[in-house]
């Protein structure tokens, strides 16, 4: 069952946020989330484990509601190089850094 | 750290060739991932090894579709008599058993004519 994100697009003003939401059917061990730029490997921003464990740059941050099975991705004072695809990436309660199955993604635009 | 590198980047390939990808992981992974991206999707799940075993195929892995990781290094993914519907982005990540992040290449685009 593929994640769902929202929005699926949103458009900001340098120095504005912004707020990502993930949400799974399915229990979760963990959610990682990755940036993309067009033509571009996903990059890796932040991962959320189950217990309350996080690991990710220093100026994104995250939560995870694990009784919702819900992530939401925070961005603030929001730069040029901020834009692309954002997808989060879910893993199932097997855990061990096994599958992602990711979402549709959410297209985000930084204008000056 | 030179990060996980693929090749070819591009391939441009008829209908029914047999095409092979090539995956050089960070090199104190051991564990190595396959991923399919079609315009405007996520990633979709391949297969997965850790060191030279294969531990999980995906379903939408075709009987045309042979990963391998012979020396628990660099993986290599072979798509047989390929269809029109086999275009996509092909991407590798990789991750250590003991970290949770998998950090990926830049992919292979593949356009089957």
Redo the contacts between chains.
């Keep these: 069952q593929?994640p769902v994100q929202s929005p699926q697009a949103v458009i900001l003003r340098e120095g504005e946020d912004a707020v990502i939401n993930c949400s799974s059917s399915k229990a979760l061990y963990?959610v990682?989330w990755?940036r993309q730029k067009h033509g571009?490997?996903?990059?890796?921003l932040m991962?959320l484990?189950k217990g309350g464990e996080q690991?990710g740059h220093e100026k994104i941050s995250a939560s995870f509601n694990e009784k919702k099975q819900q992530s939401s991705l925070y961005l603030t004072a929001s730069q040029l190089s901020y834009s692309g695809t954002y997808?989060c990436?879910t893993?199932g309660l097997t855990g061990?850094?096994?599958?992602?199955?990711?979402?549709?993604?959410t297209q985000l635009k930084v204008e000056l | 750290d030179t990060g996980?590198s693929q090749d070819p980047r591009h391939k441009i390939t008829k209908r029914g060739q047999n095409v092979t990808f090539r995956c050089d992981p960070i090199s104190e992974h051991n564990?190595l991932?396959w991923y399919r991206q079609t315009l405007?999707?996520?990633?979709?799940?391949l297969t997965?090894f850790q060191n030279e075993a294969q531990?999980?195929k995906?379903r939408l892995l075709s009987d045309r579709f042979s990963a391998e990781r012979p020396k628990g290094s660099f993986s290599t993914l072979e798509i047989q008599r390929t269809e029109q519907g086999d275009s996509a982005m092909y991407?590798c990540a990789s991750?250590h058993?003991r970290?949770?992040?998998?950090?990926?290449?830049?992919?292979t685009r593949l356009t089957v004519l």
């Excluded at chain 2, 405007?40 to 799940?45: A, H, L, V």
């Excluded at chain 2, 970290?99 to 992919?107: D, S």
């Design positions: 593929q963990s990682h990755y571009e490997a996903p990059v890796f991962i484990l690991k997808f990436g893993e061990g850094g096994n599958k992602l199955t990711f979402g549709t993604g | 996980v564990r991932y405007g999707q996520g990633p979709e799940f997965y531990l999980e995906s991407l991750s058993h970290e949770y992040t998998q950090y990926f290449g830049p992919g």
